[in-house]
């Protein structure tokens, strides 16, 4: 069998956050091929279950780059939390930026303020609602995901180069989206999860189909047997891919399960 996984934001659903009836059929279809589907994403495990109720998903799922691997049900196959002191002294260098600061942990999603301008959309992708706390001290020896905000990518970028002079090595530190900075466990990043979830199957690295859009995704790019990207992908992400489909907005998933996978059988 071959597994194809699929990234959620940017990649599987729209710009509304939604799954689309074309792409949902083309899922279909490929399944019914007698191919194997499953997702991987930086979200929290309740912002893919209800994509695994449209999907009905009754696979092994990745949360949080990986990080997190469960089925439908809830029940959780592996977890692993961020370092304690990656996670404190990632936040000590963020402390005088103008970052928003999200922790995900005990699966929930604490936040310093639920007025940011991508609060809204993370409502949808959590599923969830914001806690709003003053200080994350009492989690950070069971956070899933640290998340920074900010709209100016410099920021982001010089924080994450921070971050990364000071932790190298000991965490995930890769920008799921232009204007988020996450940090996850060592072992929580795609390329580690998308080898949990073929084990998981019984599916062979080499006989595996990524698709994705965001730097996050160039770890599981890495290791995939083949590799396929957004149209709305950076150019360095397009770069890695064998193949480019069409953007998020455009049903980019079901042309590539038409055009590149199922196209390609014939």
Same mark, same amino acid.
């Given at each position: 069998?071959?597994?194809?996984?699929?990234d959620?934001? /940017?990649?599987?659903?729209d710009?509304?956050? +939604? =799954?689309?009836?074309?792409t949902?059929?083309?899922?279909?279809?490929?399944?019914?091929? /007698?191919f194997?589907?499953?997702?991987?994403?930086?979200? *929290?495990?309740?912002? $893919?279950? *209800? $994509?695994?109720?449209?999907l009905s &998903?009754?696979?092994?799922?990745?949360?949080?780059? /990986?990080?997190?691997?469960?089925?439908?049900g809830?029940e959780?196959?592996? +977890?692993?939390?961020?370092?304690? @002191?990656?996670?404190?002294?990632? &936040?000590? $260098?963020?402390?005088?930026?103008?970052?928003?600061?999200?922790?995900?942990?005990?699966?929930?999603?604490?936040?310093?303020?639920?007025?940011?301008?991508h609060?809204?959309?993370?409502?949808?992708?959590?599923?969830?609602?914001?806690?709003?706390?003053?200080?994350?001290?009492?989690? $950070?020896?069971?956070?899933d995901?640290?998340?920074?905000?900010?709209?100016?990518?410099?920021v982001?970028?010089?924080?994450?180069?921070?971050?990364?002079?000071?932790h190298?090595g !000991?965490?995930t530190?890769?920008?799921?989206?232009t204007?988020?900075?996450?940090?996850?466990a060592?072992?929580a990043?795609?390329?580690?999860g998308?080898?949990?979830? !073929?084990?998981? =199957?019984g599916?062979?690295?080499?006989?595996?189909? @990524?698709i994705?859009?965001?730097?996050?995704? &160039?770890?599981?790019?890495?290791?995939?047997?083949?590799?396929?990207?957004?149209?709305n992908?950076?150019?360095?992400?397009?770069?890695q891919?064998?193949?480019?489909? &069409?953007?998020n907005d455009?049903?980019?998933? !079901?042309?590539?399960?038409?055009k590149?996978?199922?196209?390609?059988?014939?």
């Amino acid at each position: 069998m071959t597994l194809v996984i699929s990234d959620v934001d /940017g990649t599987l659903v729209d710009k509304e956050k +939604r =799954l689309t009836p074309g792409t949902l059929q083309a899922v279909q279809r490929l399944q019914a091929a /007698g191919f194997g589907f499953t997702i991987i994403s930086a979200r *929290p495990m309740s912002g $893919l279950a *209800p $994509l695994a109720e449209e999907l009905s &998903l009754d696979v092994p799922m990745g949360a949080f780059n /990986g990080g997190l691997v469960f089925r439908r049900g809830g029940e959780i196959l592996c +977890r692993h939390f961020v370092d304690e @002191a990656v996670a404190r002294g990632a &936040l000590a $260098l963020a402390q005088n930026e103008p970052v928003d600061i999200w922790v995900f942990a005990d699966d929930q999603w604490f936040a310093t303020s639920d007025t940011g301008s991508h609060v809204p959309s993370e409502r949808r992708a959590s599923n969830q609602e914001p806690r709003i706390c003053s200080g994350f001290s009492n989690l $950070l020896d069971r956070a899933d995901k640290i998340t920074f905000v900010c709209d100016e990518p410099a920021v982001l970028d010089a924080l994450r180069d921070r971050i990364v002079a000071a932790h190298d090595g !000991a965490a995930t530190i890769v920008k799921s989206q232009t204007y988020y900075l996450d940090i996850t466990a060592t072992t929580a990043n795609k390329g580690e999860g998308i080898a949990r979830l !073929a084990d998981a =199957l019984g599916v062979r690295l080499d006989r595996t189909i @990524a698709i994705g859009d965001q730097a996050n995704d &160039l770890a599981m790019f890495e290791r995939a047997g083949r590799a396929i990207a957004m149209d709305n992908a950076p150019d360095d992400v397009k770069a890695q891919a064998a193949d480019v489909t &069409l953007a998020n907005d455009a049903d980019g998933v !079901a042309h590539a399960i038409d055009k590149f996978i199922l196209g390609r059988m014939m």
